[in-house]
T-cell receptor, first 111, second 115 residues
Framework: RKEVEQDPGPFNVPEGATVAFNCTYS??????FFWYRQDCRKEPKLLMS???SGNEDGRFTAQLNRASQYISLLIRDSKLSDSATYLC????????????FGKGTRLSVIA | GAVVSQHPSRVICKSGTSVKIECRSL??????MFWYRQFPKKSLMLMAT?????????EQGVEKDKFLINHASLTLSTLTVTSAHPEDSSFYIC???????????FGSGTRLTVV
C-alpha cells in the first residue's frame, strides 16, 4: 500500500465549478499535512497546510480527519489559473523529516 | 522566506558521463537536504537525505555509488549522477526545511536528459 494515495484524476471542470480532491495516508505517525501545487515541469509550491480543525484560504478549504487518515481539498469558483497538479503531502514528525508525496491529481479548468 | 537555489535547471548529457547538481540555501543554514526524483506523471520520490558533515542516507533501491551526495557545508549540497544512462533521465529536485519556521522550500529542479 502506498503511503499517500490520491484520486488519480484528471479532473476537467468548467470555470466557476467547485471541485474536491481526496487523499488518504497510511502512516498513523504522520503529524503534518499539506497540499502543494505543481505546474508542469516546475517545483512544487505550498498551497496550504492542513489542520484538524479545518482551514480556509480564500477559495480553498482543506480538511483533515485523523481518525480516518483522510485529507481533502475543496476549490470553489475554479479559475483557469487553478489548472495544475495538486499534491497531497504528509510528514511524519514536526522535526526535520522529509515530505512524502502523493502521486498528485491533475486539474484542468476549462473556459 | 527561505530560498534554495538549484542549478543547472536543465542539462543534456551523453551516456556514461557524470552530471553534478547543486543546491544552495541562500538565506538560511540547511543541516539537512532532501533529494527527490520525479519521472513523468509520477510522484516525487525521495532518493536520499543529505546531512552536513556526515554520510547521506539513501532510500531503498537507490544506488549510493551511482548517486553521490556531498553536503560539505551548511549551505551547499550536491548530487552527482555518475555514469548516466538514459533511464536516469528525470526531474531532480532538492528540498530543505528552514529552521526559522518558514517550512519546507524547494529548489527549482533540474531536468536531466541522458542521450
Amino acid at each position: 500500500r502506498k503511503e499517500v494515495e490520491q484520486d488519480p484524476g484528471p479532473f476537467n471542470v468548467p470555470e466557476g465549478a467547485t471541485v474536491a480532491f481526496n487523499c488518504t495516508y497510511s502512516n498513523s505517525a504522520s503529524q503534518s499535512f499539506f497540499w502543494y501545487r505543481q505546474d508542469c515541469r516546475k517545483e512544487p509550491k505550498l498551497l496550504m497546510s492542513v489542520y484538524s480543525s479545518g482551514n480556509e484560504d480564500g477559495r480553498f478549504t482543506a480538511q483533515l480527519n485523523r481518525a480516518s487518515q483522510y485529507i481533502s481539498l475543496l476549490i470553489r469558483d475554479s479559475k483557469l489559473s487553478d489548472s495544475a497538479t495538486y499534491l497531497c503531502v504528509v510528514t511524519q514528525t514536526s522535526g526535520n523529516t522529509p515530505l512524502v508525496f502523493g502521486k498528485g491529481t491533475r486539474l484542468s479548468v476549462i473556459a | 522566506g527561505a530560498v534554495v537555489s538549484q542549478h543547472p535547471s536543465r542539462v543534456i548529457c551523453k551516456s556514461g558521463t557524470s552530471v553534478k547538481i547543486e543546491c544552495r540555501s541562500l538565506d538560511f543554514q540547511a543541516t539537512t537536504m532532501f533529494w527527490y526524483r520525479q519521472f513523468p506523471k509520477k510522484s516525487l520520490m525521495l532518493m536520499a537525505t543529505s546531512n552536513e558533515g556526515s554520510k547521506a542516507t539513501y532510500e531503498q533501491g537507490v544506488e549510493k555509488d551511482k548517486f553521490l551526495i556531498n553536503h560539505a557545508s551548511l549551505t551547499l549540497s550536491t548530487l552527482t549522477v555518475t555514469s548516466a544512462h538514459p533511464e536516469d533521465s528525470s526531474f531532480y529536485i532538492c528540498s530543505a526545511r528552514d529552521p526559522r519556521g518558514y517550512g519546507y522550500t524547494f529548489g527549482s529542479g533540474t531536468r536531466l536528459t541522458v542521450v
